[in-house]
């Protein structure tokens, strides 16, 4: 068996900036010939509706949609960077209907595949896109549902800083750096030898 993958996953409410971070973080990698893979948001593909009409049917094609996707560029790539999580897609369930049992075990079995998620605030009301609900009202209890969900099951993530936006891919490259170089042995920390 291949090892897992690096997986990285941009998280947050819709209309934040995930797929620009993502690109750009790929195109930053790529140019350090770091050989990834982008797997891009698959609600915008859904055939059943989405945003606040959402339904068990279209939550379940999203979220295994999003697995399989991110199970076939893990075995092609050993950097795999997605534009949300599972997380991300199972929240918008919850704040339709109910939890769904199966759902759960099946996100709560699959973001510890994630290394890193790197957590990009709302900044700005979402611009409609034709897609993505552009109600700033729903993309904010988007982002606090979220918040809560990452509390409730303990999930750590390196949360970008509002205020600080034009450094955000900086930010995440070095973050995604730091896991993809190998640790360095310390060589002066060594006691001295006779």
Known sequence: MSPAPFKIAFIGSHGVGKTTLCYGLAARLKARDVSCEVVHEVA???????NRDTTYAAQAWILHTQIAEE???GARYPVV??????LDNFVYLLLAAEREPALERLVDAWMPTYSLLIDVPIVDSPAPDGIRAADPGFQ???EERL???LVRRGIATLRLDAGGRPRWLDVAEDAALALLRPPQLSL????ARD
């Open 44 to 50: 915008r593909r859904c055939p059943l509706p989405i």
């Open 140 to 142: 904010r209890a988007v």
């Open 81 to 86: 960077l997605c534009d949300r999580s599972a």
């Open 71 to 73: 199970l076939v560029a």
């Open 147 to 149: 918040r809560r969900e």
């Open 188 to 191: 002066l920390d060594e006691p």
